[in-house]
């Protein structure tokens, strides 16, 4: 038998359910006296089962046993401990996902993710149902490059799959989590596996996160950045005869919780004093030292989601057939404050709304002979998406906004205040302050995606094997924008009243005056104001795959490959009539994995180099009076290196470490704003990288105690003027923004025999470490107010387990 053979499992019939699935799998049997072996690690990343060792992709496994360690709750838990990968999770309704540098900086349905995630094969497509709370899952596939010939859409960065656990018939299994912790924490989640036949079984989960939040509001007390979510999972899986199976599941979560946290980090003078302009940035505050004052109206961040997967597997005599059906669908709330103040002469806000329904059907045919592997499918994809993005204000924050850019044609250089004031000269009871405001663009997105795909694995030899991959897309759009003029009802009905009483001709000052808008104000939104825009477009693309891969010896491999990862065009959901072509990343890669039986040593190794054609980013332009948001092309390239290793030191105590360098710049850029960024580095760090020991003492008939410790660090950011220009970095010396971090966490867990029983203490962020990740510019040069988010502080609990 070739060495290959040793560890290929050849995907025929049920095993093609792998793409969907796979284990964890035990070490090979031994006797007492043996010392315990490497486990193995199976994944499904090529659509067949095979050992992590034998796959020639840079791919990291999260276990089961790491998202315990680190009580992760979503994919935003578990970023510091995949080098390379970086979630935004702070609003779980508008995630962003970065995978070696690539991401997508935008938060419009008008722009595709360039990280695909998956969740048993099925694209969970934008990000507004994309984060969402981990319910049984059994492991965590990261593959790192494009991937379009093995997944479906938007994988020019790569993909993360996730994969669940499937009911089994075997036999019946319940099992609790509960966690209590500070800051108000309390997490309970519950599973029960139900078999109803031989061949039949139920698997149903449930869970309900809840927690006070780590800031509060200096004025009123109020505990922000609270989490209140709930989810469960059903899933039926069935026989029907010899070779077919049926897996049926759906998901459901509720999320109702406060919108975001922001703290204002410009000095204020007493009221009604305004904040000087233009803002000294070397003068802010550092907002993990300062209060945090917050008087959102209708602050929320909400989401209720749903998602119905049909698989069915069909095994034949030359292989198998696998079709997966999906249906999702989610509405989605994200309201926030963005002036870090409680004063409503500077109030603004922002609100996100989304309602997203899609279907995907895939079609797959796998098979092998002694010669070759094969896949071979087409995909179907149809998504419905409506969006609002909102800024809201009050009179008295326009007014001021008024007042700062100089437009009001009064002696006081304000306008609606001056109203004020003549009104009550005049003992007229009305008045113009206090009202809200409201500015909206509405977006539709309908897409059609069509893709045919093909992957064959040529075993040339028994040690050489040539890997060959090739997939067409068809992407088509149609778009639709409309700005409307600013909404202020209580404000026109104050105006009505002023001109039924002929104030406007006393005053000599037009009422057309106070009907005008201050968000969305660049040339097409003023030109298109209120008239529903409509355009379509479509791409087409063909990405290839070329693999070689040679086993030295059943412990040794190396292998090269170039692969293409391609997005889809499409629009800019705040600036009417923009649209940008595909983007392209060419990727070569070659590396080494290597074991070591005896040592029961495993390590990885790749270096990378990739160009990206045809960025397109959303950037904060501040070039002009009022900040907008414009599409930016970019080209850049990076040169990197990926490194894992395991080690099982002994049988009672392990060790892991990951770890990546890249090395980032733009090719050709220049920004909206004027800046040339060509060569420079865009932002991202040298390093990072992630590590973990456990050891595991065995106290005989009273179970045994297992002390786990992981520590994950991120360089510092490389600045640049872009980047500084883009709040990345630099900025003021009090905030230190792209500083470098560092992340401890610490686990001891006592499980008694037979695993029915277990309790643990952790602590996540053991030294407290704080960052400030983001900060809020958008009323920098009207308001002259900024607002800062900082990650969470140290959090710890206990947690209690049961299975049975």
């Not at 962003?96 to 993710?113: C, E, H, K, N, Y």
């Not at 491999?557 to 060419?586: C, H």
């Not at 950037?619 to 900040?627: A, F, G, Q, V």
């Amino acid at each position: 038998m070739s060495l290959r053979k040793h560890r290929l499992v050849v995907a025929t019939g049920t095993a093609i359910a792998a793409l969907c699935g796979g284990a964890f799998l035990p070490a090979a049997a031994q006797t007492p006296d043996q010392p315990k072996e490497l486990d193995k690690i199976t994944v499904t990343a090529q659509s067949r089962e095979q050992e992590l060792q034998d796959v020639p992709i840079a791919l990291q496994v999260v276990t089961d046993q790491l998202i315990d360690e680190v009580a992760a709750q979503d994919l935003g838990d578990l970023d510091s401990f995949v080098p390379g990968l970086v979630v935004d999770s702070q609003q779980p309704t508008q995630p962003g996902f970065q995978l070696r540098g690539i991401s997508t900086d935008d938060f419009g349905i008008g722009t595709d993710p360039a990280v695909g995630v998956y969740v048993d094969g099925v694209y969970a497509g934008r990000g507004g149902g994309v984060l969402l709370p981990f319910t049984d899952v059994e492991r965590i596939e990261v593959l790192k490059g494009p991937q379009g010939t093995l997944f479906g859409r938007n994988t020019a960065a790569g993909a993360i799959s996730i994969v669940t656990r499937k009911p089994s018939a075997a036999a019946t299994e319940v099992a609790a989590k509960l966690r209590v912790g500070n800051h108000g924490k309390q997490y309970v989640d519950g599973m029960l596996n139900l078999p109803v036949s031989e061949n039949s079984a139920f698997r149903f989960n449930a869970l309900i996160n809840h927690a006070d939040g780590w800031i509060q509001d200096a004025q009123t007390g109020r505990d922000l950045n609270p989490e209140n979510n709930w989810a469960t999972r059903a899933a039926f899986k069935t026989r029907l005869g010899e070779r077919t199976s049926v897996l049926l599941s759906w998901d459901h979560e509720s999320l109702d919780q406060l919108g975001q946290a922001t703290t204002g980090i410009v000095a204020l003078p007493p009221a009604p004093g305004l904040p000087a302009l233009p803002v000294d940035e070397s003068a802010y505050l550092d907002p993990r030292k300062v209060p945090t004052f917050s008087d959102a109206e209708g602050n929320e961040e909400s989401r209720r989601f749903d998602g119905v997967t049909l698989i069915v597997d069909h095994g034949t005599d030359w292989g198998g057939f696998t079709s997966t059906t999906s249906w999702r669908d989610y509405d989605s709330l994200n309201r926030v404050e963005e002036d870090g103040t409680n004063r409503r002469y500077l109030y603004v806000d922002s609100t996100n709304t989304e309602s997203n329904r899609s279907f995907y059907q895939e079609f797959k045919f796998a098979g092998s002979t002694d010669k070759i592997d094969w896949v071979a499918g087409a995909s179907y994809f149809d998504e419905r998406a409506r969006q609002t993005s909102e800024v809201n204000a009050m009179t008295d924050s326009v007014d001021t906004i008024v007042h700062n850019l100089g437009l009001a044609p009064t002696p006081t250089g304000y306008l609606f205040g001056y109203v004020d004031q003549q009104l009550g000269a005049l003992g007229i009871p009305i008045s113009l302050l206090g009202h809200r405001w409201n500015e909206k663009f509405n977006n539709t997105l309908d897409t059609r995606a069509y893709a045919v795909f093909g992957d064959v694995i040529w075993h040339a030899t028994d040690k050489l094997n040539l890997t060959v991959g090739l997939r067409y897309t068809r992407d088509e759009k149609k778009f639709s924008w409309l700005n409307t003029p600013r909404s202020a009802p209580e404000l026109d009905a104050a105006l009505d009243q002023l001109d039924a009483l002929g104030f406007f001709d006393l005053a000599g000052i037009p009422r057309e005056f106070f009907v005008f808008d201050v968000a969305f104000i660049d040339p097409p939104a003023l030109m298109n104001k209120g008239v529903l825009r409509r355009t379509s477009d479509s791409w087409t693309d063909f990405s290839p795959r070329f693999v070689v891969d040679y086993h030295f010896d059943d412990d040794t491999m190396v292998f090269a490959s170039l692969a293409k990862g391609y997005k889809a065009g499409g629009f800019n959901s705040l600036q009417i009539g923009s649209s940008f072509e595909n983007e392209d990343v060419w990727n070569f890669e070659t590396g080494i994995k290597k074991a070591f039986p005896d040592q029961r040593l495993q390590l990885n190794a790749s270096v990378y180099y990739y160009v990206y054609d045809n960025r397109q980013a959303v950037r904060l332009d501040n070039s002009t009076d009022i900040p907008r948001f414009v599409i930016d092309t970019s080209d850049l390239e990076a040169y990197g290196l990926d490194f894992d290793l395991r080690w099982q030191v002994s049988d009672a105590f392990g060790l892991d470490f990951n770890a990546g360098f890249i090395d980032s710049t733009y090719k050709n850029y220049v920004t909206a704003d004027g800046i040339d960024a060509s060569g420079d580095p865009t932002g991202l760090p040298y390093w990072s990288f992630a590590g973990g020991a456990h050891y595991r003492w065995d106290l005989g008939g009273r179970g045994d105690l297992r002390a786990s410790l992981r520590h994950a660090y991120r360089g510092k950011v490389r600045c640049s003027d872009e980047s500084r220009s883009q709040n990345r970095c630099g900025v003021s010396p009090a905030l230190d923004l792209g500083e470098a971090q560092n992340r401890t966490d610490l686990r001891l867990a006592w499980t008694s025999p037979q695993g029915r029983w277990g309790l643990a203490a952790y602590a996540n962020n053991l030294f407290d470490h704080q960052y400030v990740n983001a900060l809020g510019t958008y009323g920098k040069t009207v308001l002259g107010t900024v607002g800062a988010r900082v990650s969470e502080p140290r959090t710890f609990g206990l947690e209690f387990s049961a299975r049975y």
